[in-house]
């Protein structure tokens, strides 16, 4: 987003340049700043750097004692400003976002395409996102170049949250309309209340959550903006939006190729797990159906899985056909999709610690010891398979268990585990297989004389 360049004092040589990719930075002293220049320590206070819309930028001071703002600091900036803070000069440009380098991009068309944008094309201004918790910020960006929101630093809108993951969520503008995808986030991302897990279509001005402690909103104009600045109805604290992500029912998956990895569910609705993008638990594996299952939960909080799949879909209890349903209002359980896709339905903060500690493994609530509430049944009991004797060979008589060396020996195993029909099968066999030689012998003689 910016590059901050530090120039010391009587030294012009000795300038320091550090670029910084956050929609809001802190130059100065502090432990606490992004940057961290030791010389400032003597100003008292730090520099807070905005980002706003197109090249855009506000510097405020941040006050660490005597609480006297400069009277130099304050206002927006375009393109670049710079600060003389006693021993040492800063001055910060703000980078164009639409001429980064793209996603899986190649470097020598990325060169190409920057060039022929920086020279052809002004900076946008709209379609902007407007970050309002947890720090006012604005991000234009070109709608063929969509944000990539996270907590990493290739993000192009960095949120240090913990309850924001590296690769959070995606936001793009199409057709006059924002839209949102989740990246298999922790947290979830929630447009209204509800949970996003293949892309959905956003209207500009609806706030995307973007887990716990973030939101950002899409803007299209400056009215919007304004709109968003003025002072806002106190939201109450049990608001749906706010941590929507603990309540329960609700479907859990640990796989990497989930999304979402935690999808809360409300009595009345009926979701989709499948390998299908419109999904609402997309499932990224070749095995699973494109629309595998559906779990509903009714108004009593009765959750019912029902099969939709062509090969099934396996549980702690057994093994569900297309069209059978499983029922629990109280017990959690574990659907398995194979090669080690799981999704567990839990109800209970205790069941999703119990599924989480044992990393997502189909047994998770089959063990004795689980308890608590929604404890569930036991593991069922495996038999070894018994070693069978069938109408022509006997298994248990041939002594397989005990393999000895030897072709003589191995096929004197083999004769002496024959039953008597099998021995008759076989008399049979070798006389057909005479049988067969004779005749072709005869046929070759017979060619050879004509």
């Known amino acids: 987003m910016f590059v901050v360049d530090i120039t010391f004092e009587g030294d012009a040589s000795s300038t320091e340049t550090v670029f910084v990719r956050r929609p809001y930075v802190i130059v100065g002293a502090d432990e606490g ?33 005597d609480d006297v703002a400069p009277f130099f600091l304050g206002g927006t900036y375009h393109g670049s400003a710079q600060v003389d803070v006693g021993p040492c000069t800063v001055v910060i440009t703000a980078l ?19 060039l022929r944008r920086a020279f052809s094309d002004k900076v946008p201004d709209y379609p902007a996102v407007m970050i309002t918790k947890p720090s006012r910020a604005l991000i234009s960006f070109s709608p063929d170049q969509p944000l990539v929101i996270g907590r990493s630093r290739m993000s192009a809108v960095r949120l240090d949250l913990s309850t924001v993951s590296l690769q959070h969520a995606r936001v793009g503008f199409e057709s006059g309309s924002f839209w949102v995808e989740d990246l298999g986030s922790t947290n979830g991302t929630f447009v209204e209340d509800r949970q996003v897990s293949s892309r959905i279509v956003v209207s500009p001005g609806v706030p995307i959550h973007i887990g716990k402690h973030a939101t950002l909103v899409g803007v299209v104009s400056a009215e919007q903006i304004a709109q968003l600045d003025a002072p806002q109805p106190r939201v109450p604290s049990s608001s749906a939006a706010v941590e929507p ?23 009345g609705q009926r979701v989709l797990i499948g390998r299908d993008p419109s999904c609402d638990m997309w499932l990224g594996a070749p095995h699973v159906s494109r629309r595998h299952c559906e779990v509903e939960v009714s108004k009593a909080g009765l959750v019912t899985v029902t099969d939709t799949s ?4 396996a549980y702690d209890g057994g093994l569900l056909r297309e069209g059978e349903t499983h029922q629990t209002s109280a017990d959690a359980f574990v659907l398995d999709f194979g090669t080690g896709m799981t999704v567990a339905v839990c109800f209970a903060q205790e069941q999703e610690d ?43 008589a041939a002594g397989i268990q005990q393999p000895e060396t030897g072709v003589r020996r191995n096929l004197a195993v083999m004769i002496g585990g024959l039953t008597p029909t099998g021995r008759i099968a076989m008399v049979l066999a070798g006389v057909g297989l005479v049988g067969l030689l004779g005749v072709l012998g005869s046929m070759l003689a017979a060619g050879l004389r004509w």
């Open 245 to 267: 992500d603990k309540t329960y029912p609700c479907l859990i998956s640990v796989s990497e190729a989930a999304r979402p990895s935690r999808l809360a569910l409300r009595k």
């Open 310 to 313: 062509t090969n099934g879909t």
């Open 33 to 65: 700043a992004h940057v961290v220049v030791g010389e400032m320590s003597a100003a008292g206070f730090c520099l807070g750097i905005t980002r706003e819309l197109g090249r855009q930028f506000k510097i405020s001071p941040v006050l660490l004692k």
């Open 354 to 396: 119990c599924y989480q500690r044992a990393q997502g493994d189909a047994t998770a609530f089959s063990a004795s010891e689980h308890s608590g509430v929604g404890a569930v049944r036991n593991a069922p009991t495996r038999v070894p398979r018994e070693r069978r004797t069938t109408t022509w060979f006997n298994i248990q």
């Open 96 to 114: 164009d976002l639409d001429l980064v380098l793209r996603e899986n991009e190649a470097v020598d068309r990325a060169g190409v395409r920057i």
